[in-house]
């Protein structure tokens, strides 16, 4: 079950999202700012789900187990740097059992969480063995982008189109509904966010991420927010060469 924020209370113009969450993991949520469409891309640009790209192979899908709170999550995430996997932080709250990676081509690597930031919303995996070719981040944000994740637990990713308006803040809680935070968003529109495609890359330029999926308009299934390359930078920076696991409970 997706959570949902009500509008009430907001200022005026607030946009109530609630988060794309896996399975049944719960998550957090943020409000932002209404803002215009940006130009849709051309039809040449769209892709449907099991498209095939020199990027898909860089998308992976996350499966886990949650003892505490008997929940089952899978999601989305991106390698970023070698056997490192960037995902959203709610996704992997709580997990204790059988964390893997899986690529589109079936192959399956057992993972670890290194790097866990619940206010961010981002967390790091190390996959040993995982060979596949890293998305870079970027920091120049363009109109026009690709989703690309597993809704729904698809064996295959999805490649989705989306209009882009860079750079929102957003005022919301961290995972947890505890604290306060501020984060640097960019909203979409076009790629229907549904629960799987937690963690997605907003993907520009052929091989880079632009930003990563974690939030959706609670009233517009094809209105979504990703996460800024420049918010979850550090959170990638504190991964890339850590192996030992980091406390990632509790569930949220």
Same mark, same amino acid.
């Given at each position: 079950?997706?959570?949902?924020?009500?509008?009430?209370?907001?200022?005026?113009?607030?946009? =109530?999202?609630?988060?794309?969450?896996?399975?049944? @993991?719960?998550?957090?949520?943020? @409000?932002?700012?209404?803002?215009?469409?940006?130009?849709?891309?051309? *039809?040449?640009?769209? =892709?449907?789900?099991?498209?095939?790209?020199?990027? @898909?192979?860089?998308?992976?899908?996350?499966?886990?187990?949650?003892?505490?709170?008997?929940?089952?999550?899978?999601? @989305?995430?991106?390698?970023? *740097?070698?056997?490192?996997?960037?995902?959203?932080?709610?996704?992997?709250?709580?997990?204790?059992?059988? /964390?893997?990676?899986?690529?589109?081509?079936?192959?399956?690597?057992?993972?670890? $969480? $290194? =790097?866990?930031?619940?206010?961010?919303? %981002?967390?790091?995996?190390? %996959?040993?063995? /995982?060979?596949?070719?890293?998305?870079?981040?970027?920091?120049? %944000?363009?109109?026009?982008? #690709?989703?690309?994740?597993?809704?729904?637990?698809?064996?295959?990713? *999805?490649?989705?189109?989306?209009?882009?308006?860079?750079?929102?803040?957003?005022?919301?809680?961290?995972?947890?509904?505890?604290?306060?935070?501020?984060?640097?968003?960019?909203?979409?529109? +076009?790629?229907?966010?549904?629960?799987?495609?937690?963690?997605?890359? /907003? #993907?520009? +330029?052929?091989?880079? *991420?632009?930003?990563?999926?974690?939030?959706?308009?609670?009233?517009?299934?094809?209105?979504?927010?990703?996460?800024?390359?420049?918010?979850?930078?550090?959170?990638?920076?504190? +991964?890339?060469? %850590?192996?030992?696991?980091?406390?990632?409970?509790?569930?949220?």
């Amino acid at each position: 079950m997706i959570p949902m924020l009500g509008s009430a209370g907001r200022g005026a113009g607030a946009v =109530a999202l609630a988060v794309c969450v896996a399975g049944s @993991t719960a998550g957090c949520a943020a @409000t932002v700012g209404h803002s215009p469409p940006a130009r849709r891309p051309s *039809a040449a640009r769209t =892709a449907g789900a099991g498209a095939q790209t020199p990027f @898909t192979h860089s998308v992976v899908r996350v499966r886990g187990f949650a003892s505490s709170c008997d929940q089952r999550t899978e999601a @989305t995430g991106f390698v970023y *740097a070698p056997e490192r996997v960037l995902l959203n932080a709610h996704v992997v709250a709580g997990v204790d059992r059988d /964390l893997e990676v899986v690529l589109d081509d079936g192959r399956r690597f057992a993972a670890r $969480v $290194v =790097a866990f930031d619940p206010e961010v919303d %981002a967390a790091v995996l190390r %996959a040993p063995g /995982l060979t596949a070719q890293p998305l870079r981040l970027t920091r120049a %944000a363009r109109t026009a982008a #690709v989703v690309v994740g597993y809704p729904k637990g698809a064996a295959v990713p *999805a490649v989705l189109p989306a209009t882009v308006r860079p750079d929102q803040p957003a005022e919301s809680y961290d995972i947890y509904d505890r604290k306060r935070v501020s984060r640097q968003v960019h909203r979409f529109q +076009g790629a229907a966010v549904t629960p799987g495609m937690s963690g997605a890359p /907003l #993907v520009t +330029g052929g091989d880079r *991420a632009m930003g990563m999926v974690f939030a959706v308009d609670m009233d517009r299934a094809d209105v979504g927010y990703a996460l800024t390359a420049a918010q979850i930078e550090a959170v990638a920076a504190a +991964g890339e060469n %850590a192996i030992t696991a980091v406390p990632h409970d509790p569930c949220s």
